[in-house]
């Protein structure tokens, strides 16, 4: 008796019934999530597999159970089934092939019958271990994905960690110089007061004062930029973006920043004759953005010119750009430049209380207001800070 014939010729509506009684079951919940064909997909071909492992020309070759079974296994690996449900799903196949033959196998022989019942029964449950086996491999694989992307994460996270340890050190480093020198002058400036109480506001008294009064102000600015940086990071700095009218924008930097100039005699000459009349910015960000461009450049230049202008760069996107004719910036500097805390260091002027914070605001200023910096610079000829904003 052929029983892989009547498996073969009812294969249709055996698969049908299978997938059915598969979708159907309460105990099978990864189906609720899957379409009807995604349970479907690889149940035909194993039981085309069985059927021609029942044929009794070919009932040793268990090959082609083998591979369908494999391929079933790393599907419903894929598909999120529990083990037990792929077990339920091979007793609910045993269920259906047996209904489908009881007509068959109630005219064989109790011989036939045995054998078929028992082949049957064998060729399952290798197509179940074999199933298991491909899940598990489909599962362990799913694991080493997971355990990689840990391991990134797990960099990224260490990489956090080291970078704020790091910039919190830097920060007390930076604020050691001022910190040092406040406290020196101000015992200075005791011990003058112990030895000579007459002389309150000598010379001496009052340069310490002062040097006092300028570390104090660069801790300040150095907390308060090191803040600015931290709200950015956070993503807690907000826009307020609003209808801005640049030449009156860039008119109230310029007034502030003048007197810097004219301390060093160098021409500031503001250029707005290509400028879009009106944009839509966050007014304070700007001026903040050309604050401290224009103040760098007027710092870092003992003479000649600091040229600002402002044009419309295309239909998108107008820019400002701050020329000076002053000390240039290395090609090397010139990456490091927008990294909180970096000075190039045999430039720096001697009046410069930089806290080498401004470029990292600005460039952070920038980004928020989806925008663009670009620098160009040569060593002793001078520097070009462009900024490209969205009109
Ligand atoms: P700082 O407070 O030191 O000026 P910035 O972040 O504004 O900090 O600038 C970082 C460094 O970039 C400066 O210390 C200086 O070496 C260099 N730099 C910035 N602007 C200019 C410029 N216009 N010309 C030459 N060097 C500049």
């Not at 110089?177 to 200075?188: C, F, Q, R, V």
């Not at 970096?342 to 200023?365: K, M």
Request: net charge negative; with cysteine.
């Amino acid at each position: 008796m052929d029983f892989s014939q009547t498996l073969t010729n009812k294969s249709d509506a055996i698969v049908e019934q299978w997938v059915k009684a598969v979708y159907q079951d309460e105990e099978i919940e990864a189906t609720k999530e899957l379409t009807f064909k995604a349970v479907r997909n690889s149940l035909p071909r194993v039981l085309k597999a069985l059927a021609t492992v029942l044929s009794e020309s070919e009932k040793s070759d268990l090959q082609t159970v083998v591979d369908a079974s494999l391929e079933h296994g790393l599907l419903r690996a894929e598909q999120g089934f529990e083990p037990a449900e792929i077990a339920r799903e091979y007793r609910l196949l045993r269920f259906v092939i047996f209904a489908f033959l009881e007509e068959d196998l109630l005219k064989a022989s109790p011989v036939e019958l045995l054998r078929a019942v028992r082949l049957i029964d064998t060729v399952i449950d290798e197509a179940i271990a074999r199933c298991f086996n491909s899940y598990t491999h489909g599962r362990l694989q799913e694991l080493e994905q997971l355990q990689g992307q840990l391991r990134l994460t797990n960099q990224e996270l260490t990489r956090l960690v080291r970078a704020s340890q790091d910039s919190l050190s830097q920060l007390a480093h930076e604020l050691k110089t001022p910190l040092t020198s406040i406290i020196g002058y101000a015992d200075l400036f005791l011990r003058q007061q112990r030895q000579n109480p007459q002389l309150k506001d000598s010379a001496s008294n009052l340069q310490s004062i002062e040097r006092v009064m300028k570390s104090g102000r660069l801790i300040l600015r150095l907390i308060n930029d090191t803040l600015e940086i931290s709200r950015y990071d956070a993503g807690r700095m907000i826009l307020q973006p609003t209808a801005t009218d640049v030449r009156e924008l860039i008119n109230s930097v310029v007034e502030i920043i003048e007197p810097l100039a004219l301390n060093k005699e160098l021409s500031l000459i503001i250029d707005c004759d290509r400028a879009p009349n009106q944009v839509t910015t966050d007014p304070l960000r700007v001026q903040q953005i050309l604050t401290n461009l224009l103040s760098n450049a007027i710092r870092y230049t003992d003479s000649g010119t600091v040229h600002l202008q402002c044009y419309q760069e295309s239909e998108q996107n107008w820019a400002i750009s701050i020329t000076d004719t002053g000390l240039g910036i290395s090609s090397d500097a010139q990456t490091k430049i927008f990294q909180p805390y970096f000075r190039a260091v045999n430039q720096q002027p001697q009046d410069s209380h930089g806290t080498g914070l401004g470029l990292a605001i600005v460039s952070r200023l920038v980004q928020l207001l989806h925008g663009e910096i670009k620098v160009v610079s040569q060593l002793g000829k001078g520097s070009t800070f462009t900024v490209i904003l969205p009109l």
